[in-house]
């Protein structure tokens, strides 16, 4: 299998100001890539970018909303302004929200779904055309919880399924054309979206959340995601956890969910 070349390339990243969105930009940008950066702060994203360019990277900063389809067409056109081209995208901007469906509002899951699901396939759908010009590529960070259940995270689960069914979907439609499509599904790391969580009435968690003890760094992940691309894969479990989550999720669904509800149904003392 031929390597994808990197050097010189235009990647297009989300979520991209901190954790690991910063970390894929980083690693890009250390392989020649030249970066387009889009994330809702501004100000961090300011900060990223001259980084970037202190370290000898061409990068741009879009501030955007990817829930907005008309704001991700407007970061398309103006990394094609900037840089004459875009070759690769990565959908990594999410959040998350850890509360029992009991106790959580709608707009919560909403809210997910809509920075999850349809912030990834917004800004998939703008940049399609260009992409597929250019016989690029197209990573999207799902999760575990893309795969396989995950006690207090409904709407975020059914987030990161939906982008299985329709990046798995996309890539029947392009993968003739010579476009990579590559889901990510890693387990914990250390990032900024658990803290960022809500609650189920939308307000930030307050209570710690629990994992496995074993987390990835950001760096750790965004290399694992670099040479996954690079070698074409279609699925990458960037992680021990993720791996054993996978075949256990498949061989063994009753004993994954009882182990998996042990280890995260602490949260929530409302649990049955």
Known sequence: MTR?????????????????????????ATAGARIAALDLDGARLDALVATLRAAGAEALAL???????????????????????????????????????ADTDPEVIRRVMDVNFFGAANLTQAALAQIVE??????????????????????????????????????????????????VCPSFIRTGIGAAATDGSGAPVTSPRITTGVESSPGEIA?????????????????????????????????????MRRRVGGEFSGLL
């Open 134 to 183: 250019r016989r690029g590529f197209i990573v999207a960070i799902s999760s575990v919880a893309g795969f396989s259940p995950l006690t207090g995270r409904t709407g975020y689960a059914a987030s990161k399924h939906a982008l299985h069914g329709f990046f798995d979907s996309l890539r029947s439609e392009v993968e003739g054309a010579g476009v990579g499509v590559t889901l």
């Open 63 to 101: 501030p955007g909303d990817i829930t907005d389809p008309a704001a991700c067409k407007s970061a398309v056109t103006a990394t094609l302004a900037h840089f004459g081209t875009l070759d690769g995208l990565i959908a990594n901007a999410g959040i998350s929200h850890r509360s029992l469906l």
């Open 223 to 259: 290399e694992r995601i670099f040479e996954a691309v690079a070698q074409g894969r279609t699925l990458l479990l960037p992680d021990a956890t993720a791996r054993k989550a996978w075949w256990l999720s498949r061989l063994a669904p009753g004993l994954y969910a009882r182990i």
């Open 4 to 28: 994808r070349e990197i050097k010189g390339r235009v990647v297009l990243i989300t979520g991209a100001a901190g954790g690991l969105g910063a970390a894929l930009c980083h690693r890009y």
